[in-house]
């Protein structure tokens, strides 16, 4: 996507960043990104320390499905997801946007890519849920809500919003997203360290902040580029 405007060469860091058109709407995302926040903040006060009748019926499922290549499949989404592989993945984005020195993007993707595990990690320990018993990988901290799934939501949005434009083609980058995203809560329930309502809220989280970070510096920038 190409900015709005050009950051003058020579200037460094400029503040505020360069307006880039993330969204066409920021405004409605900005209320669409709160509104799944406040959805998930309800999960986290009213879901139980055990699982839910769904949670329970889906790992019966996943149990009964297991086969070499979907454990290899749900081991590759686990390696993404963290570690190494986690963290190249973010560098890497960070510097092409900083070599692009797209500013604002670069802003809004930081401030996504940060906000993400810190909310992940506030509400895990609010929360305090058991992960399932049989787990096929050893994992730490508690169960609600998935890491990995917030991480998927997060960064595939935010990859969306910045290498793509509004308009009616974004939806095919969108459907791309939602794949990615679904596999990741898959793979979650798959390798049984996550029920299924845990993976689902994580995956809500991400794209709620992706969608209040982007949104949120979109509207901060416009309105700052409008000023005399």
């Known amino acids: 996507m190409v900015p709005v405007e050009q950051a003058p060469a020579g200037r460094g860091f400029p503040w505020p960043p360069p307006e880039e058109a993330f969204l066409a709407r920021p405004f409605r995302a900005v209320g669409y990104g709160s509104v799944l926040l406040a959805l998930v903040m309800l999960g986290a006060l009213l879901i139980p320390a055990g699982p839910l009748t769904s949670d329970s019926r889906w790992y019966e499922l996943i149990q009964d499905s297991e086969t070499s290549l979907l454990t290899h499949v749900a081991l590759v989404c ?62 730490h901290g508690t169960s609600f809500p998935s890491g990995h799934a917030a991480y998927a939501g997060a960064t595939a949005v935010a990859l969306v919003l910045l290498f793509s434009g509004p308009g009616p083609r974004r939806r095919w980058w969108l459907i791309a997203a939602a794949v990615a995203i679904a596999l990741m809560v898959w793979s979650r329930t798959y390798l049984q360290v996550h029920w299924l309502s845990d993976a689902v809220a994580g995956a809500t989280l991400g794209v709620a902040v992706a969608l209040l970070g982007f949104g949120g510096v979109q509207m901060v920038v416009g309105q700052a580029s409008r000023q005399p």
């Open 78 to 139: 686990n390696a993404l997801g963290h570690g190494v592989w986690r963290a190249l993945t973010i560098a890497g984005i960070g510097i092409a946007l900083l070599l692009a020195r797209r500013w604002a993007a670069l802003t809004a993707f930081a401030l996504t890519e940060s906000l993400t595990p810190l909310l992940v990690n506030v509400i895990k320990v609010a929360v305090d849920r058991e992960r399932p018993p049989a787990r096929m990988l050893e994992a």
